[in-house]
C-alpha cells in the first residue's frame, strides 16, 4: 500500500515477512518490527545499504508516516533543504528510517559520434549506435519458433558481462565499415564524463522533493516528531533574499519561496481531527437544539450539557492509567459518550421537572433525582461497557473503548448526575 510501484528500481529490493497467527506468538507485530529494526539497519551499514523496515499500514495508503514535502524555485536548492530536512530529524527522538527521493551522483559517460571520422571510415553512424544498443540492451534480436509454445522465446544476443563491465571494454566494440575492415568504436567517438540528471518529481504540477521518516520508540504518533519544528527549520541556511515556511494542510500556491509541507499519516491524522472536531461541534449545537425544543428552555440544556466537560476527568485519567496517546477513535469514543452524557443529564432533570410540579420542594426533588435515577444510569453504564469490552484488546479500538469505560468508572465513583442536580438547583434559584 505504501508506493510499492516506487520500489521496482535494480537497485531496490523489497521482501515481505509473513507472521505466524497471532494466536501463536506473544508479540504484536509492531512490536516484532521495532525489536529487529536496530539489529538488520547494522547489517545495512556494513554495505552501505539503506533498509527500511516497513510494516502494512492498515488506514490511507500513504508514501511513509511522515513525508516532507520540499517546495521552492530552484531544485539545486530544494535538495539543499531537504537533506537540512533529513538531518533535523534524525536528532529527533523516535524518529527512525530517514530516507530522501534523490539520488546519489551517478557517473555518465556520453559517447558523442564523430559524424565526420566516421564517414571518412565509410561508418554511418546509425550503425554505430545500432551496434551499442545490440550489445549493450540485452534484447532479444528474434524469437525461437515453437508451435506448441503459449509465448514465443526470446533469443537474445549479448555480450558476456566481463566484456561490458567497463568504458575501455565497450570503447573496443568494433563495427564494419564498407571496405569490410573492423573498426574499433573508440576511434569514431568522444567519451565524456559527467553527472547524470537527478529525478524531478512533481506533485500536483509543482516540482517537490520527498523526505521520509517513520516513527518507533516511546512517541508513536508523527504529531510529536513535527511540534516545535518552526524554530529548527528557520535555522536551515537559505539564500539571500528567501525564506522557509511551514504548512500542514493543501500545497503552496505558488513556489517563489522555499515551504516545507508536512504530509504522510500526519495530514491524515490532521484531516481526521478536523472532521472530528468539526463533528464534535456539530453534534453538541444539535443536542442543545433538540433539548430546548423538549424543555421550552434556554438555560436547562447548558446545565445538563456541563456533563461534557466533566466527561473529560475520565478520558485523561483512562489514558494516563493505560499509557495511551489520545487518538482519532478516542475522538469517536469522546463524540459518542457526549450524548451518553447528556442523555444521563436529561433523566435527572426531566425527574426534577416532575417532582417540582407535584409540589416538592426544588432541593428536595434534586436530592431524589439522584437517587432514584441513579440506577438506570448506571445500569445503563454497565450495559456500554459490558458491550465495549468485547474489543477492548483491539489494536485499533482500544483506546476509544478505554475512554468509556473509564468515564463510567469515574461517574460510578462521583456521579456527574449529583453535579448536575446541583447545578440545576442553582440556575433555578438565580
Not at 424543555?295 to 456533563?307: D, E, L
Not at 426544588?362 to 440506577?375: C, D, S, Y
Request: charged share 20%; glycine share 6%.
Amino acid at each position: 500500500m505504501r508506493h510499492y510501484d516506487l520500489r521496482g528500481g535494480s537497485n531496490m529490493a523489497d521482501i515481505q515477512v509473513n507472521l505466524i497467527d497471532k494466536e501463536q506468538r506473544s508479540a504484536q507485530s509492531h512490536d516484532i518490527a521495532s525489536l529487529l529494526r536496530p539489529d538488520i539497519q547494522k547489517i545495512a551499514a556494513k554495505y552501505n545499504a539503506n533498509v527500511k523496515l516497513v510494516e502494512v499500514p492498515p488506514g490511507p495508503p500513504v508514501l511513509s508516516t511522515i513525508v516532507a514535502e520540499i517546495y521552492g524555485p530552484d531544485y539545486e536548492q530544494q535538495i539543499t533543504v531537504a537533506n537540512e530536512v533529513q538531518n533535523i530529524l534524525k536528532n529527533t527522538d523516535d524518529v527512525v528510517d530517514i530516507d530522501w527521493m534523490v539520488e546519489n551522483d551517478q557517473t555518465e559517460y556520453q559517447f558523442t559520434i564523430n559524424k565526420e571520422k566516421a564517414m571518412l571510415y565509410g561508418v554511418a553512424p546509425q550503425q554505430i549506435a545500432y551496434t551499442m544498443h545490440l550489445a549493450l540492451s540485452d534484447r532479444p534480436v528474434t524469437n525461437l519458433y515453437d508451435e506448441d509454445a503459449v509465448q514465443q522465446i526470446g533469443i537474445v544476443l549479448a555480450l558476456d558481462e566481463k566484456e561490458k563491465s567497463t568504458i575501455q571494454d565497450i570503447s573496443q566494440l568494433k563495427v564494419a565499415s564498407n571496405q569490410g575492415t573492423m573498426v574499433p568504436i573508440a576511434d569514431l567517438v568522444e567519451i565524456s564524463e559527467s553527472i547524470s540528471a537527478k529525478s524531478i518529481y512533481r506533485k500536483n504540477q509543482k516540482r517537490v522533493v520527498y523526505v521520509m521518516a517513520d516513527m518507533a520508540g516511546e512517541l508513536e504518533s508523527p504529531a510529536y516528531a513535527i511540534l516545535g519544528m518552526e524554530e529548527k527549520l528557520k535555522s536551515i541556511p537559505m539564500p539571500e533574499g528567501y525564506s522557509i515556511s511551514e504548512m500542514y494542510l493543501g500545497q503552496p500556491d505558488f513556489e517563489d519561496d522555499y515551504t516545507v509541507k508536512w504530509d504522510g499519516e500526519w495530514q491524515i491524522t490532521l484531516e481526521v481531527f478536523r472532521d472530528l472536531g468539526i463533528a464534535f461541534l456539530g453534534a453538541i449545537i444539535l443536542i442543545y437544539i433538540l433539548i430546548v425544543g423538549w424543555f421550552q428552555n434556554f438555560k436547562a440544556p447548558i446545565v445538563m450539557m456541563v456533563a461534557i466537560p466533566l466527561s473529560l476527568i475520565g478520558i485523561i485519567l483512562g489514558h494516563w492509567i493505560m499509557g495511551a496517546f489520545f487518538t482519532a477513535t478516542s475522538f469517536i469514543g469522546m463524540i459518542a459518550l457526549a450524548g451518553i452524557m447528556v442523555r444521563n443529564s436529561v433523566l435527572l432533570i426531566d425527574f426534577i421537572n416532575l417532582r417540582t410540579a407535584e409540589g416538592v420542594p426544588l432541593k428536595q426533588a434534586a436530592i431524589e433525582a439522584g437517587a432514584v435515577r441513579t440506577t438506570p444510569i448506571l445500569l445503563t453504564a454497565g450495559t456500554v461497557v459490558i458491550g465495549a469490552f468485547v474489543i477492548l484488546f483491539d489494536p485499533i479500538f482500544k483506546v476509544g473503548n478505554i475512554i468509556n469505560g473509564w468515564n463510567y468508572c469515574v461517574y460510578c465513583i462521583d456521579p456527574t448526575g449529583s453535579t448536575i442536580s446541583l447545578l440545576y438547583d442553582r440556575k433555578e434559584k438565580l
